[in-house]
Protein backbone atom coordinates (compact mmCIF):
# COMPACT_ATOMS: atom_id res chain seq x y z
CA UNK A 1 0.00 0.00 0.00
CA UNK A 2 3.23 2.88 0.59
CA UNK A 3 4.16 2.34 -2.86
CA UNK A 4 0.63 2.46 -4.34
CA UNK A 5 0.02 5.85 -2.56
CA UNK A 6 3.03 7.43 -4.65
CA UNK A 7 2.47 5.68 -7.73
CA UNK A 8 -1.22 7.18 -7.32
CA UNK A 9 -0.04 10.77 -7.07
CA UNK A 10 2.53 10.44 -10.11
CA UNK A 11 -0.02 8.84 -12.26
CA UNK A 12 -2.73 11.35 -11.27
CA UNK A 13 0.08 14.43 -11.53
CA UNK A 14 0.92 13.33 -15.12
CA UNK A 15 -2.37 12.91 -16.14
CA UNK A 16 -2.16 9.52 -16.58
CA UNK A 17 -5.81 9.24 -14.69
CA UNK A 18 -7.43 12.47 -15.07
CA UNK A 19 -6.87 15.20 -17.39
CA UNK A 20 -5.92 18.17 -15.13
CA UNK A 21 -8.27 21.32 -14.96
CA UNK A 22 -7.61 25.02 -13.93
CA UNK A 23 -9.98 27.58 -13.06
CA UNK A 24 -8.81 31.30 -12.16
CA UNK A 25 -10.84 34.39 -11.55
CA UNK A 26 -9.64 38.08 -11.51
CA UNK A 27 -9.23 38.08 -7.40
CA UNK A 28 -9.48 34.17 -7.40
CA UNK A 29 -5.40 32.75 -7.55
CA UNK A 30 -4.60 29.63 -9.06
CA UNK A 31 -1.68 27.02 -9.41
CA UNK A 32 -2.12 26.89 -13.07
CA UNK A 33 -3.07 30.00 -14.91
CA UNK A 34 -0.71 32.90 -13.94
CA UNK A 35 -2.16 36.97 -13.66
CA UNK A 36 -3.33 38.52 -17.10
CA UNK A 37 -0.63 41.10 -17.82
CA UNK A 38 0.73 44.31 -19.02
CA UNK A 39 -1.48 45.47 -15.82
CA UNK A 40 -1.47 48.58 -17.17
CA UNK A 41 -4.13 47.56 -19.80
CA UNK A 42 -6.56 45.81 -17.44
CA UNK A 43 -9.08 46.93 -14.79
CA UNK A 44 -11.15 44.94 -12.24
CA UNK A 45 -14.58 46.23 -11.84
CA UNK A 46 -17.26 44.05 -10.32
CA UNK A 47 -15.34 40.64 -10.28
CA UNK A 48 -14.65 40.75 -13.69
CA UNK A 49 -11.17 41.60 -15.70
CA UNK A 50 -11.74 44.90 -18.04
CA UNK A 51 -9.41 44.92 -20.92
CA UNK A 52 -8.98 48.58 -21.93
CA UNK A 53 -6.25 47.90 -24.43
CA UNK A 54 -5.45 44.87 -26.15
CA UNK A 55 -3.57 42.42 -26.64
CA UNK A 56 -3.30 40.71 -23.36
CA UNK A 57 -1.51 37.83 -22.16
CA UNK A 58 -1.14 34.94 -19.81
CA UNK A 59 0.56 32.19 -19.00
CA UNK A 60 0.12 28.78 -17.42
CA UNK A 61 2.10 26.10 -15.87
CA UNK A 62 2.40 22.91 -17.52
CA UNK A 63 3.08 20.77 -14.84
CA UNK A 64 3.26 17.49 -17.80
CA UNK A 65 3.48 16.59 -21.25
CA UNK A 66 0.19 16.76 -22.17
CA UNK A 67 -0.06 16.70 -25.79
CA UNK A 68 -3.67 18.89 -26.35
CA UNK A 69 -4.54 22.03 -24.05
CA UNK A 70 -8.43 23.91 -24.15
CA UNK A 71 -8.51 27.32 -22.80
CA UNK A 72 -11.90 28.75 -22.22
CA UNK A 73 -13.49 32.11 -21.66
CA UNK A 74 -16.55 33.26 -20.34
CA UNK A 75 -17.18 36.40 -21.29
CA UNK A 76 -19.28 39.61 -22.06
CA UNK A 77 -20.31 39.31 -25.72
CA UNK A 78 -21.67 42.95 -26.09
CA UNK A 79 -18.03 43.65 -25.37
CA UNK A 80 -16.50 42.25 -28.17
CA UNK A 81 -17.16 42.04 -32.23
CA UNK A 82 -14.17 39.48 -32.36
CA UNK A 83 -12.20 37.72 -29.93
CA UNK A 84 -9.30 35.37 -30.25
CA UNK A 85 -6.85 33.45 -28.09
CA UNK A 86 -3.35 32.43 -29.55
CA UNK A 87 -0.34 29.93 -28.22
CA UNK A 88 3.06 31.17 -28.15
CA UNK A 89 4.88 29.05 -30.46
CA UNK A 90 7.96 27.73 -30.67
CA UNK A 91 10.06 29.75 -33.04
CA UNK A 92 12.88 32.44 -34.03
CA UNK A 93 9.85 35.11 -33.76
CA UNK A 94 9.16 36.12 -30.23
CA UNK A 95 5.45 36.98 -31.61
CA UNK A 96 4.60 33.81 -33.22
CA UNK A 97 1.24 32.81 -31.99
CA UNK A 98 -1.37 30.36 -33.59
CA UNK A 99 -4.45 32.17 -32.85
CA UNK A 100 -8.05 30.59 -32.67
CA UNK A 101 -11.21 32.24 -33.14
CA UNK A 102 -13.39 32.29 -29.74
CA UNK A 103 -16.56 34.65 -31.07
CA UNK A 104 -16.89 36.34 -33.71
CA UNK A 105 -20.16 38.37 -33.60
CA UNK A 106 -20.69 38.43 -37.31
CA UNK A 107 -21.26 35.12 -37.20
CA UNK A 108 -23.55 34.77 -34.35
CA UNK A 109 -26.05 37.39 -36.27
CA UNK A 110 -26.28 34.68 -39.05
CA UNK A 111 -29.95 33.89 -38.89
CA UNK A 112 -29.60 30.94 -41.31
CA UNK A 113 -29.81 27.42 -40.75
CA UNK A 114 -26.60 26.17 -38.51
CA UNK A 115 -25.36 22.55 -37.78
CA UNK A 116 -22.43 22.18 -35.83
CA UNK A 117 -20.30 18.80 -35.89
CA UNK A 118 -16.72 18.07 -34.82
CA UNK A 119 -15.03 21.58 -35.11
CA UNK A 120 -16.96 22.95 -37.97
CA UNK A 121 -20.10 24.96 -38.34
CA UNK A 122 -22.38 25.44 -41.48
CA UNK A 123 -24.60 27.70 -42.15
CA UNK A 124 -27.43 27.49 -45.19
CA UNK A 125 -29.72 30.30 -45.94
CA UNK A 126 -32.01 27.31 -47.15
CA UNK A 127 -31.67 23.63 -45.00
CA UNK A 128 -30.48 21.90 -47.56
CA UNK A 129 -27.98 19.75 -46.01
CA UNK A 130 -28.14 17.52 -42.96
CA UNK A 131 -24.76 17.50 -42.13
CA UNK A 132 -21.32 18.42 -42.63
CA UNK A 133 -20.02 15.56 -43.95
CA UNK A 134 -22.73 15.58 -46.86
CA UNK A 135 -21.97 19.36 -47.55
CA UNK A 136 -18.67 18.38 -48.22
CA UNK A 137 -19.04 15.59 -50.79
CA UNK A 138 -21.16 17.46 -52.70
CA UNK A 139 -18.91 19.88 -54.48
CA UNK A 140 -21.02 20.72 -58.28
CA UNK A 141 -20.04 23.67 -60.24
CA UNK A 142 -23.18 25.31 -58.90
CA UNK A 143 -23.15 24.74 -54.90
CA UNK A 144 -18.83 26.09 -55.26
CA UNK A 145 -19.92 29.32 -56.56
CA UNK A 146 -22.22 29.64 -53.73
CA UNK A 147 -19.79 28.94 -50.69
CA UNK A 148 -17.52 30.73 -48.44
CA UNK A 149 -15.81 29.91 -45.55
CA UNK A 150 -13.30 30.55 -42.73
CA UNK A 151 -10.65 29.23 -41.65
CA UNK A 152 -10.52 26.07 -43.47
CA UNK A 153 -9.19 25.52 -47.26
CA UNK A 154 -11.48 25.00 -49.64
CA UNK A 155 -9.58 26.60 -52.69
CA UNK A 156 -12.46 27.87 -54.28
CA UNK A 157 -11.94 30.34 -56.45
CA UNK A 158 -13.59 34.17 -56.44
CA UNK A 159 -15.05 34.90 -59.86
CA UNK A 160 -16.89 38.04 -61.47
CA UNK A 161 -18.74 36.98 -63.87
CA UNK A 162 -18.57 39.74 -67.17
CA UNK A 163 -15.81 41.46 -65.91
CA UNK A 164 -14.32 44.16 -67.65
CA UNK A 165 -11.64 47.03 -66.64
CA UNK A 166 -12.62 50.44 -66.93
CA UNK A 167 -11.89 51.84 -70.49
CA UNK A 168 -9.52 54.39 -69.41
CA UNK A 169 -7.38 55.35 -66.58
CA UNK A 170 -8.79 56.52 -63.16
CA UNK A 171 -6.62 58.46 -60.85
CA UNK A 172 -7.10 58.53 -57.30
CA UNK A 173 -5.11 60.99 -55.70
CA UNK A 174 -5.67 59.91 -51.88
CA UNK A 175 -2.13 60.28 -49.48
CA UNK A 176 -1.48 57.06 -47.78
CA UNK A 177 1.90 57.02 -45.61
CA UNK A 178 3.80 53.81 -45.06
CA UNK A 179 2.47 50.10 -45.44
CA UNK A 180 -0.91 49.21 -47.21
CA UNK A 181 -2.61 46.33 -48.37
CA UNK A 182 -5.32 46.15 -51.36
CA UNK A 183 -7.17 43.24 -52.84
CA UNK A 184 -7.96 44.05 -56.65
CA UNK A 185 -9.92 41.91 -59.91
CA UNK A 186 -8.03 41.24 -63.11
CA UNK A 187 -9.08 40.01 -66.27
CA UNK A 188 -5.72 39.07 -67.49
CA UNK A 189 -2.84 41.17 -66.36
CA UNK A 190 -1.80 43.29 -63.77
CA UNK A 191 -1.34 47.05 -64.44
CA UNK A 192 -1.18 49.87 -61.32
CA UNK A 193 0.66 53.20 -61.54
CA UNK A 194 1.84 54.15 -57.75
CA UNK A 195 3.26 57.83 -57.24
CA UNK A 196 5.34 58.14 -54.19
CA UNK A 197 7.54 60.46 -52.29
CA UNK A 198 10.10 60.25 -49.96
CA UNK A 199 9.62 62.46 -46.91
CA UNK A 200 12.88 61.68 -45.45
CA UNK A 201 12.30 62.24 -41.84
CA UNK A 202 14.04 59.90 -40.37
CA UNK A 203 17.47 58.53 -40.64
CA UNK A 204 17.35 55.44 -42.77
CA UNK A 205 16.88 54.05 -45.83
CA UNK A 206 13.30 53.70 -47.51
CA UNK A 207 13.58 50.76 -50.08
CA UNK A 208 9.93 49.43 -51.06
CA UNK A 209 8.71 45.51 -51.71
CA UNK A 210 5.82 45.20 -53.33
CA UNK A 211 4.57 41.60 -53.05
CA UNK A 212 1.51 40.12 -55.37
CA UNK A 213 -0.23 36.99 -53.61
CA UNK A 214 -3.37 35.52 -55.47
CA UNK A 215 -6.19 34.71 -53.66
CA UNK A 216 -4.86 31.66 -51.78
CA UNK A 217 -2.07 33.93 -50.34
CA UNK A 218 0.38 32.65 -52.35
CA UNK A 219 3.13 34.86 -53.63
CA UNK A 220 3.13 35.14 -57.63
CA UNK A 221 5.74 38.17 -57.75
CA UNK A 222 7.70 40.49 -56.12
CA UNK A 223 9.12 43.87 -57.14
CA UNK A 224 11.41 45.88 -55.48
CA UNK A 225 12.04 49.70 -55.28
CA UNK A 226 15.66 50.86 -53.95
CA UNK A 227 15.99 54.04 -51.23
CA UNK A 228 15.96 57.47 -53.48
CA UNK A 229 19.37 58.31 -51.89
CA UNK A 230 18.48 60.57 -49.43
CA UNK A 231 18.68 58.72 -45.61
CA UNK A 232 19.24 61.28 -43.18
CA UNK A 233 16.87 63.56 -41.94
CA UNK A 234 16.61 67.48 -42.68
CA UNK A 235 16.88 66.24 -46.70
CA UNK A 236 14.18 68.24 -48.47
CA UNK A 237 11.27 65.77 -49.81
CA UNK A 238 12.75 64.45 -53.40
CA UNK A 239 10.27 65.00 -56.21
CA UNK A 240 7.82 62.62 -56.77
CA UNK A 241 8.97 59.28 -58.43
CA UNK A 242 6.62 56.67 -60.39
CA UNK A 243 6.34 52.27 -59.42
CA UNK A 244 5.00 50.60 -62.04
CA UNK A 245 3.46 47.56 -60.67
CA UNK A 246 2.83 45.49 -63.88
CA UNK A 247 2.46 41.84 -65.09
CA UNK A 248 0.44 40.76 -67.83
CA UNK A 249 1.20 36.66 -67.22
CA UNK A 250 -1.34 37.11 -64.31
CA UNK A 251 -4.62 35.35 -65.30
CA UNK A 252 -8.27 36.58 -64.15
CA UNK A 253 -8.92 35.90 -60.14
CA UNK A 254 -8.05 38.24 -57.18
CA UNK A 255 -4.66 39.16 -56.49
CA UNK A 256 -3.42 41.15 -52.88
CA UNK A 257 -1.15 43.47 -53.39
CA UNK A 258 1.17 44.27 -49.90
CA UNK A 259 2.84 47.88 -49.85
CA UNK A 260 5.87 47.46 -47.62
CA UNK A 261 7.78 50.23 -46.77
CA UNK A 262 8.48 52.81 -43.87
CA UNK A 263 6.72 56.07 -42.50
CA UNK A 264 8.60 58.07 -45.22
CA UNK A 265 7.22 56.71 -47.66
CA UNK A 266 4.11 58.63 -49.12
CA UNK A 267 2.29 57.25 -52.02
CA UNK A 268 0.44 59.99 -53.49
CA UNK A 269 -1.95 58.73 -56.24
CA UNK A 270 -2.93 55.15 -57.94
CA UNK A 271 -3.48 54.78 -61.53
CA UNK A 272 -5.06 51.74 -62.97
CA UNK A 273 -8.15 50.55 -65.26
CA UNK A 274 -8.89 47.69 -62.77
CA UNK A 275 -12.23 49.00 -61.61
CA UNK A 276 -12.36 47.34 -58.02
CA UNK A 277 -9.62 48.25 -55.16
CA UNK A 278 -10.61 47.81 -51.64
CA UNK A 279 -7.92 48.33 -48.90
CA UNK A 280 -7.24 46.03 -46.03
CA UNK A 281 -7.67 46.45 -42.91
CA UNK A 282 -5.07 49.19 -41.82
CA UNK A 283 -4.68 52.74 -43.62
CA UNK A 284 -2.36 55.37 -42.38
CA UNK A 285 -4.42 58.95 -44.40
CA UNK A 286 -2.25 61.65 -44.94
CA UNK A 287 -3.62 64.44 -47.03
CA UNK A 288 -2.85 66.66 -44.25
CA UNK A 289 -1.40 70.05 -43.48
CA UNK A 290 0.92 68.09 -40.95
CA UNK A 291 3.12 67.09 -44.11
CA UNK A 292 3.29 70.37 -46.42
CA UNK A 293 6.65 71.73 -44.91
CA UNK A 294 6.47 74.13 -47.88
CA UNK A 295 6.27 71.07 -50.45
CA UNK A 296 3.17 71.74 -52.86
CA UNK A 297 2.80 67.92 -53.95
CA UNK A 298 0.71 66.19 -51.30
CA UNK A 299 -3.14 67.59 -51.58
CA UNK A 300 -5.16 68.74 -48.68
CA UNK A 301 -8.49 67.74 -48.34
CA UNK A 302 -10.67 65.48 -46.35
CA UNK A 303 -10.96 61.51 -46.87
CA UNK A 304 -14.06 59.65 -47.21
CA UNK A 305 -14.16 55.95 -47.00
CA UNK A 306 -16.73 53.40 -46.93
CA UNK A 307 -15.92 50.27 -45.06
CA UNK A 308 -17.58 46.65 -44.01
CA UNK A 309 -15.85 46.51 -40.56
CA UNK A 310 -17.55 46.18 -37.46
CA UNK A 311 -14.90 47.48 -35.76
CA UNK A 312 -13.00 50.42 -35.91
CA UNK A 313 -10.30 51.77 -34.71
CA UNK A 314 -8.47 55.80 -34.73
CA UNK A 315 -5.52 57.50 -34.04
CA UNK A 316 -3.58 60.04 -34.60
CA UNK A 317 0.26 61.38 -33.35
CA UNK A 318 0.02 65.59 -34.72
CA UNK A 319 -2.20 68.31 -33.44
CA UNK A 320 -2.96 68.39 -37.06
CA UNK A 321 -5.02 64.88 -36.61
CA UNK A 322 -6.92 65.82 -33.77
CA UNK A 323 -10.49 66.41 -35.09
CA UNK A 324 -14.15 64.69 -34.75
CA UNK A 325 -14.43 62.07 -37.71
CA UNK A 326 -17.90 60.80 -38.20
CA UNK A 327 -19.01 57.33 -38.80
CA UNK A 328 -22.56 56.95 -40.18
CA UNK A 329 -24.95 59.27 -38.00
CA UNK A 330 -22.23 58.85 -35.14
CA UNK A 331 -19.14 61.67 -34.28
CA UNK A 332 -15.96 60.31 -32.44
CA UNK A 333 -13.88 63.19 -31.53
CA UNK A 334 -10.08 62.51 -31.06
CA UNK A 335 -8.93 64.89 -28.63
CA UNK A 336 -5.53 62.75 -27.41
CA UNK A 337 -2.63 62.00 -28.93
CA UNK A 338 -1.32 58.34 -29.56
CA UNK A 339 -4.45 57.08 -28.16
CA UNK A 340 -6.73 54.60 -30.04
CA UNK A 341 -10.63 55.69 -29.72
CA UNK A 342 -12.88 52.70 -31.20
CA UNK A 343 -16.37 51.74 -32.37
CA UNK A 344 -17.76 48.55 -32.21
CA UNK A 345 -20.98 46.14 -33.12
CA UNK A 346 -21.31 48.49 -36.78
CA UNK A 347 -23.11 46.92 -39.63
CA UNK A 348 -23.42 46.42 -43.25
CA UNK A 349 -21.24 49.05 -44.79
CA UNK A 350 -20.42 52.52 -43.34
CA UNK A 351 -19.63 55.53 -44.12
CA UNK A 352 -16.32 57.31 -42.71
CA UNK A 353 -15.55 61.41 -42.83
CA UNK A 354 -12.33 62.14 -41.96
CA UNK A 355 -12.26 65.90 -42.50
CA UNK A 356 -8.72 66.76 -41.74
CA UNK A 357 -6.63 63.23 -43.00
CA UNK A 358 -3.29 62.53 -40.87
CA UNK A 359 -5.37 59.68 -39.13
CA UNK A 360 -4.23 55.93 -38.59
CA UNK A 361 -8.00 53.60 -39.37
CA UNK A 362 -8.17 50.47 -38.55
CA UNK A 363 -10.51 47.84 -38.59
CA UNK A 364 -11.95 43.93 -38.73
CA UNK A 365 -12.92 44.24 -42.91
CA UNK A 366 -12.22 46.56 -46.08
CA UNK A 367 -11.74 50.01 -46.75
CA UNK A 368 -12.82 52.06 -50.30
CA UNK A 369 -12.41 55.80 -51.19
CA UNK A 370 -15.66 54.85 -53.30
CA UNK A 371 -18.83 52.76 -53.16
CA UNK A 372 -17.84 51.32 -57.45
CA UNK A 373 -14.21 50.19 -56.20
CA UNK A 374 -15.49 48.18 -53.00
CA UNK A 375 -15.94 44.31 -53.33
CA UNK A 376 -15.62 41.59 -50.55
CA UNK A 377 -13.24 38.84 -52.31
CA UNK A 378 -11.84 37.05 -49.12
CA UNK A 379 -14.15 34.29 -49.38
CA UNK A 380 -11.74 31.55 -48.69
CA UNK A 381 -11.05 33.46 -45.39
CA UNK A 382 -14.13 35.44 -44.34
CA UNK A 383 -14.31 36.82 -41.17
CA UNK A 384 -17.94 39.47 -42.17
CA UNK A 385 -20.86 38.02 -43.02
CA UNK A 386 -24.12 39.24 -42.75
CA UNK A 387 -27.88 37.85 -44.23
CA UNK A 388 -28.28 39.79 -46.60
CA UNK A 389 -24.72 38.29 -48.47
CA UNK A 390 -24.93 37.08 -51.91
CA UNK A 391 -23.23 33.23 -50.97
CA UNK A 392 -25.71 30.26 -50.01
CA UNK A 393 -23.59 29.07 -47.61
CA UNK A 394 -20.82 29.31 -45.26
CA UNK A 395 -18.69 27.09 -43.51
CA UNK A 396 -16.00 27.74 -40.91
CA UNK A 397 -13.41 26.16 -38.43
CA UNK A 398 -15.18 27.03 -35.70
CA UNK A 399 -17.66 26.07 -32.62
CA UNK A 400 -19.72 28.70 -31.68
CA UNK A 401 -20.15 29.69 -27.87
CA UNK A 402 -22.97 28.86 -25.81
CA UNK A 403 -24.47 32.50 -24.83
CA UNK A 404 -27.05 33.02 -21.99
CA UNK A 405 -28.09 36.15 -20.84
CA UNK A 406 -25.27 37.94 -22.70
CA UNK A 407 -22.79 35.69 -21.19
CA UNK A 408 -20.96 33.50 -23.89
CA UNK A 409 -18.71 30.53 -22.88
CA UNK A 410 -16.50 29.36 -25.38
CA UNK A 411 -13.40 27.43 -25.95
CA UNK A 412 -10.38 26.79 -28.68
CA UNK A 413 -7.80 23.84 -28.43
CA UNK A 414 -4.15 23.84 -28.75
CA UNK A 415 -1.79 21.11 -30.15
CA UNK A 416 1.20 21.55 -28.13
CA UNK A 417 3.13 19.55 -30.63
CA UNK A 418 4.65 23.05 -31.97
CA UNK A 419 4.23 25.20 -28.96
CA UNK A 420 6.79 27.17 -27.17
CA UNK A 421 7.45 25.84 -23.70
CA UNK A 422 9.35 28.40 -21.16
CA UNK A 423 10.61 26.96 -17.63
CA UNK A 424 7.58 24.38 -18.14
CA UNK A 425 5.34 27.60 -19.08
CA UNK A 426 2.85 27.88 -21.88
CA UNK A 427 2.00 31.68 -23.00
CA UNK A 428 -1.28 33.02 -24.43
CA UNK A 429 -2.53 36.06 -25.69
CA UNK A 430 -5.92 37.12 -25.99
CA UNK A 431 -7.02 40.23 -28.75
CA UNK A 432 -10.15 42.05 -29.09
CA UNK A 433 -9.65 44.33 -31.72
CA UNK A 434 -11.38 48.31 -30.49
CA UNK A 435 -10.75 47.12 -26.70
CA UNK A 436 -10.77 50.90 -24.87
CA UNK A 437 -11.41 52.38 -21.77
CA UNK A 438 -14.76 53.28 -23.26
CA UNK A 439 -15.90 49.84 -24.66
CA UNK A 440 -13.31 46.84 -22.94
CA UNK A 441 -13.64 44.16 -23.15
CA UNK A 442 -15.36 41.95 -20.31
CA UNK A 443 -13.96 38.90 -19.05
CA UNK A 444 -15.33 37.15 -15.86
CA UNK A 445 -13.09 33.88 -15.78
CA UNK A 446 -10.39 31.81 -17.81
CA UNK A 447 -10.28 28.17 -17.92
CA UNK A 448 -7.85 25.50 -18.80
CA UNK A 449 -7.95 21.98 -19.66
CA UNK A 450 -4.75 19.45 -20.28
CA UNK A 451 -5.37 16.35 -22.23
CA UNK A 452 -3.19 13.28 -23.40
CA UNK A 453 -2.46 10.98 -25.77
CA UNK A 454 -0.88 7.90 -27.02
CA UNK A 455 -0.42 4.28 -24.96
CA UNK A 456 0.03 4.32 -20.83
CA UNK A 457 3.76 3.26 -21.78
CA UNK A 458 4.14 6.11 -24.04
CA UNK A 459 2.73 8.38 -21.22
CA UNK A 460 4.86 7.63 -18.64
CA UNK A 461 7.82 7.81 -20.97
CA UNK A 462 6.93 11.27 -21.81
CA UNK A 463 6.05 12.21 -17.81
CA UNK A 464 10.00 10.52 -16.60
CA UNK A 465 11.82 12.32 -19.59
CA UNK A 466 9.55 15.21 -19.01
CA UNK A 467 10.19 15.24 -15.19
CA UNK A 468 13.55 13.57 -14.69
CA UNK A 469 15.83 14.46 -18.08
CA UNK A 470 19.26 16.26 -17.63
Not at 225 to 237: C, E, H, I, L, R
Not at 388 to 407: E, G, H, L
Amino acid sequence: MAILVPIFFVAYDSGLINNLTAWRQPYQQSAIIGDLFPANRIEIVDTNWQITQEPVYFTARLPYPASIVSIGLNFDSRSCDTLKIGLKQNSSNDWSYQLQTVYNDSFAQLNWSQITQRGYTLWQKQSEFSSIESFLENQSEQLTNNIASYNMSLHHKFQINNYSDWSEQRRFDYVLRGDYSFYTYIKKGLDYRLEILDYNRANNEDNIVINIKNEFGELVDTIRVNDDGYSTTGVAPIPKRYINIHNDQLTEGVYQVEFLAGYDIFTTSIETKHRYLTFNKILYLANSTEYRDGNPIIPIKENKLITNSTTLEFSTSHPAGLQTVTVNNTSLTIKELQRKYSLKKLSGLSKLIIPKSDMMISGNGLFAFDWSMFFEPNINNLEIINNNSNFSYFIAAYIPPIIINNIASGSVNFSLDRAAIEQNKLRFIIACPGSSQENPLIIKSISLDYQDSGTWFDRIYRYLKYNYHE
